[in-house]
C-alpha cells in the first residue's frame, strides 16, 4: 500500500518562509500532485497542482508567493511558501493520483500543521 509522509510544517511569523515536502512510499506511476490546505472551521481547499509534465496551477491567493516542484524518480513534491499571511494558517495536507494496473488511485498524506502569526 502506497502511504504519503509529509514533513516541514511549523510556526513563523508573517513574512516568514516554510517548505513543505510529501514523499510516497512503493512503487507507482504517479500523475498529479498537489497540495491543498484546511483552515479551523472551513473547507479543504486547493493550494497548488503539478502535473507529471510539470504543469503548475495555483489558488490565486498563493500565486507568487508559494512554489510547487516535484520529482518523478523519488516521487515526492515540494511545496515552497514564501511571504506568508495568518491567513495561510491551516494544515496543509499532500495530494497524488496514480495509476496502477490501468485503474486510478488516490492518495492522501496526513496532514501537517502551518501556523503563521502576525
Known amino acids: 500500500q502506497v502511504q504519503l509522509v509529509e514533513s516541514g510544517g511549523g510556526s513563523v511569523q508573517a513574512g516568514g518562509s516554510l517548505t513543505l515536502s510529501c514523499a510516497a512510499s512503493g512503487t507507482i506511476y504517479i500523475t498529479n500532485m498537489a497540495w491543498y490546505r484546511q483552515a479551523p472551521g472551513n473547507r479543504r481547499e486547493s493550494v497548488a497542482n503539478?502535473?507529471?509534465?510539470?504543469?503548475?496551477t495555483y489558488a490565486d491567493s498563493v500565486k507568487g508567493r508559494f512554489t510547487i516542484s516535484r520529482d518523478n524518480v523519488m516521487n515526492m513534491v515540494w511545496l515552497q511558501m514564501r511571504n506568508l499571511k495568518p491567513e495561510d494558517t491551516g494544515v496543509y495536507y499532500c495530494?497524488?493520483?496514480?495509476?496502477?494496473?490501468?485503474?486510478?488511485?488516490?492518495?492522501w498524506g496526513q496532514g501537517t500543521q502551518v501556523t503563521v502569526s502576525p
Open positions: 503539478i502535473t507529471r509534465d510539470e504543469i503548475k
Open positions: 495530494y497524488m493520483e496514480a495509476i496502477r494496473r490501468g485503474s486510478p488511485l488516490t492518495f
